[in-house]
């Protein structure tokens, strides 16, 4: 009795997620009338418009992913290692980007780096771009902070840090020979996720009026009806790929620590 | 533990043979503040700062004279009804999301299915909280838009014209229904781990002094939810009450709800009044900080059951 329930449940879940996916795929294949066909892809992947996009904002998440990462490994690190005592706090500013919407922290940028102000970052194109990384790297700071932390807590910081200063390694040797080697997987899962937030990401990038990816993808579903579905079976591979990459490195380092 | 090992080992051999460490040592407690400032610096400019300037913004007048005016006139007009809205479009997906997805974890951790299907829907569930945003508005423009998959199916297939039934995608029904796609995969992620930390004992103690199915979940293993429950309530509340990309796609600035005024509001000062545009955000922060606030104590509150 109660398996008939469940499946029911499970039945009636995997409906409400299958059609849309399924409607995505069909719409996306319709463009040539009468047949199935990969017009709409063809056309997408064809236009300068979305290369250009796509490719400022992959190139916009690498940077989020290597300034993340700059930030939030040292710090965490540090935190774990010298300031136990700092850690509730910095866990606070960490999920206040859960808290504070990401269309209003945007609205703060904009008001406080305006042309008139101490810090003119939207006055120049550059400006805007670094601005714009920092807008994705607070949105990213939640799950980065959260994937390294969890990280480090699976290797002894103090040991290894003792271990490589004795053998007379600096700072920077420690961190990046041998704590960040360490926590690895934490730090390519937190990028996965970065890479799969900045990837789609319209309101920062909308507001901040930069030519990226999620409002390319606005335009072209207020003027289109065949590329968006195209487009969106496309964003959903790669945010498939983004997590399945994740799933797959964590599954790959359990084996090789099972194996010690 | 190991650091002390450590240590002693290395004080007692040749290695460490410089008795000047007490000298830098003591100068270096405050120093260790220094490795935060990184972290602090970018925290606080673009995290803090921004947040402050429109907290100060919505109590200040344009001459920047502190005032209350501005939190009051949100309760007038488009904006209070903006608010209404989009405060019905919060609780009512985060009340579906959550009965909708407790039903299908519950189904796969405790309904006796296979268990090789848990891990595929929680891969699943990951990816579709994930695929929010404006491909999502498309997925679904696709599918029971005006000429989408399922439209045109009913109305070719079963003379069933959903536009006669009153349903249109682009409204606050439609935008529900949109946004359940990321509250359901969402619940399920985070309940169930709260399913599996219910242990078989309790089920069977229940059992044993003659309880019903029933008045177990009544009695025993709802009371133990609740926090989680009405946690993840409060977290899928704020999720979809910040939510702006989906509904500017797919309903471009037409719905009335408080994310897309504000975006009209920062584009092209909709509202005629600057201040105005700060309170309004200042409201958002007010919403989603109490629910996120209810959530994380919850949240500390249901780990307990957990271990």
């Known amino acids: 009795m109660t398996r008939i329930w469940s499946w029911g449940a499970l039945l009636i879940g995997a409906l409400i997620f299958a059609l849309p996916l399924i409607g995505m795929t069909e719409f996306s294949l319709k463009m040539r009338r009468g047949v199935y066909s990969f017009d709409a892809y063809a056309k997408v992947l064809g236009d300068p418009r979305f290369q250009e996009t796509f490719g400022y904002s992959v190139l916009m998440a690498l940077f989020t992913i290597l300034f993340g990462v700059l930030l939030i490994v ?67 700071l939640p799950y980065m902070y959260r994937s390294v932390d969890t990280g480090l807590r699976t290797i002894d910081v103090a040991t290894l840090t003792e271990a490589a200063q004795s053998l007379g390694a600096g700072w ?32 920062m990038a909308a507001l901040l009026d930069r030519p990226a990816f999620g409002p390319y993808l606005q335009q072209l579903g207020a003027n289109r009806a065949y590329e968006p579905a195209a487009l969106a079976v496309i964003s959903f591979g790669i945010t498939w790929a983004c997590m399945g990459l994740i799933q797959l490195i964590t599954r790959f380092s359990k084996h090789t620590k099972a194996q010690r | 533990m190991g650091k002390h090992a ?10 460490v043979a410089k008795p000047k460490r007490a000298g830098p040592r003591r100068a270096k407690l405050p120093l260790n503040w220094l490795g935060l400032m990184p972290f602090a610096l970018f925290a606080i400019l673009f995290l803090i700062l921004p947040t402050l300037k429109i907290v100060f913004g919505a109590f200040q007048s344009p001459d920047g004279a502190f005032t209350l005016d501005n939190i009051r006139a949100l309760n007038t007009g488009s904006i209070r009804s903006a608010y209404w809205v989009s405060i019905k479009l919060s609780l009512l997906t985060a009340l579906l999301g959550c009965l909708i997805g407790f039903a299908m974890a519950a189904a796969v951790v405790l309904g006796g299915l296979p268990k090789w299907i848990r891990s595929p829907l929680l891969t699943f569930s990951g990816v579709a909280s994930n695929f929010a945003g404006v491909p999502l508005a498309f997925a679904f423009l696709a599918t029971i838009g005006p000429v989408g998959l399922i439209t045109v199916f009913l109305r070719t297939k079963l003379g069933i014209d959903l536009r006669d039934l009153g349903f249109n995608l ?5 935008l529900s229904l949109t946004y359940l796609f990321f509250q359901i995969p ?16 309790w089920k069977e103690a229940a059992t044993v002094l003659g309880a019903t199915g029933f008045q177990y979940w009544r009695m025993v293993a709802l009371p133990i939810l609740f ?26 600035p037409q719905l009335n709800i408080v994310p897309l005024k504000l975006f009209a509001q920062i584009r092209g000062d909709v509202l005629g009044d600057p201040h105005l545009g700060y309170a309004l955000a200042f409201g958002m922060i007010v919403i989603t900080g109490i629910a996120n606030a209810i959530y994380i104590w919850l949240r500390t509150r249901s780990e307990r059951w957990l271990k």
């Open chain 2, 170 to 174: 682009l409204s606050f029904v439609g």
């Open chain 1, 172 to 203: 920077i040797t420690i961190l990046g020979r041998v704590i960040l080697p360490n926590v690895m997987v934490a730090v390519l899962s937190g990028a996965f996720l970065t890479f799969a937030i900045v990837i789609g990401e319209f309101t």
């Open chain 2, 186 to 201: 969402l619940m399920i992620l985070i309940i169930t781990p709260a399913l599996d930390g219910l242990k078989r004992e």
């Open chain 2, 6 to 15: 450590l240590s002693t080992r290395l004080e007692n051999g040749a290695l």
């Open chain 2, 227 to 252: 926090p989680s429950l009405l946690g993840t309530f409060a977290l899928l509340f704020a999720n979809a009450f910040g939510a702006v990309a989906t509904a500017y796609a797919l309903t471009g």
């Open chain 1, 74 to 140: 040292p710090t965490a690190y540090w935190v774990r290692l010298k300031m136990p005592r700092a850690r509730p706090f910095i866990e606070f500013v960490t999920l206040l980007p859960l808290v504070i919407p990401a269309i209003v922290i945007v609205f703060g940028y904009i008001r406080l780096y305006n042309t008139s102000s101490w810090l003119p970052l939207t006055g120049t194109a550059m400006g805007t771009n670094i601005l714009l990384m920092f807008g994705y790297a607070t949105l990213a």
